[in-house]
T-cell receptor, first 115, second 114 residues
Framework: DADVTQTPRNRITKTGKRIMLECSQT?????MYWYRQDPGLGLRLIYY???????NKGEISDGYSVSRQAQAKFSLSLESAIPNQTALYFC??????????????FGPGTRLTVL | KNQVEQSPQSLIILEGKNCTLQ??????????LRWYKQDTGRGPVSLTI?????NTKSNGRYTATLDADTKQSSLHITASQLSDSASYIC?????????????FGRGTQLTVWP
């Protein structure tokens, strides 16, 4: 079984709708992250959480919110989706042991299309 | 401004041939550099991790080099296989924050033809 899972894997929605993307991990890591990837661009950090009570904004948090329901679960919400939020979204985890070996492990991604 | 630049943007090679991908960075202070492989529709998977004091690291047919003085890294793929077709992403981590901020390059899209 995959260590980091994301649901749904694909989602098509309309402008203005509320969308939630979910991430679960079985690696036992404390740190979890949400990134988005756009064609031709590098991954960009949306939000990150170092533990259940810790939530921090990344470089592109506007229009997004998150919830850390448990150590293993980290959800990303788009309160009112807009077309320029169409992208590939990745969840990642790390154990926080570092630097230098604070490696992040990525989920399979969710492809979101906002019409 | 902390940046990671990769070249070439895309590359096509024949199966069995070797290739080298380049990464230049301006991230400071430097902690470590990683190469990730991202298959189409999948999440990135780590290939190698190198700290400041390491100048080469191998993982099977993948060999990464690091020159921390010139802030350059390369990923050499030997005897390419069709399964090497993927995007290869250079990621540089700074040590200036508790986050260990990751800076991602845009990737090199490698296509291996039979």
């Amino acid at each position: 079984d995959a260590d980091v899972t994301q649901t749904p894997r694909n989602r098509i929605t309309k402008t203005g709708k509320r969308i939630m993307l979910e991430c679960s991990q079985t690696k036992g890591h404390d740190r979890m992250y949400w990134y988005r990837q756009d064609p031709g661009l590098g991954l960009r950090l949306i939000y990150y959480s170092f533990d259940v009570k810790d939530i921090n904004k990344g470089e592109i948090s506007d229009g997004y919110s998150v919830s850390r329901q448990a150590q293993a679960k980290f959800s990303l919400s788009l309160e009112s989706a807009i077309p320029n939020q169409t992208a590939l979204y990745f969840c990642a985890t790390s154990d926080g042991q570092g630097p230098p070996y604070n490696e992040q492990f990525f989920g399979p991604g969710t492809r979101l299309t906002v019409l | 401004k902390n940046q990671v630049e990769q070249s070439p943007q895309s590359l096509i090679i024949l199966e069995g041939k070797n290739c080298t991908l380049q990464c230049n960075y301006t991230v400071s202070p430097f902690s470590n550099l990683r190469w990730y492989k991202q298959d189409t529709g999948r999440g990135p998977v780590s290939l190698t991790i190198m700290t400041f004091s390491e100048n080469t690291k191998s993982n099977g047919r993948y060999t990464a080099t690091l020159d921390a003085d010139t802030k350059q890294s390369s990923l050499h793929i030997t005897a390419s296989q069709l399964s090497d077709s993927a995007s290869y992403i250079c990621v540089v981590i700074d040590r200036g924050s508790t986050l260990g901020r990751l800076y991602f390059g845009r990737g090199t899209q490698l296509t291996v033809w039979p």
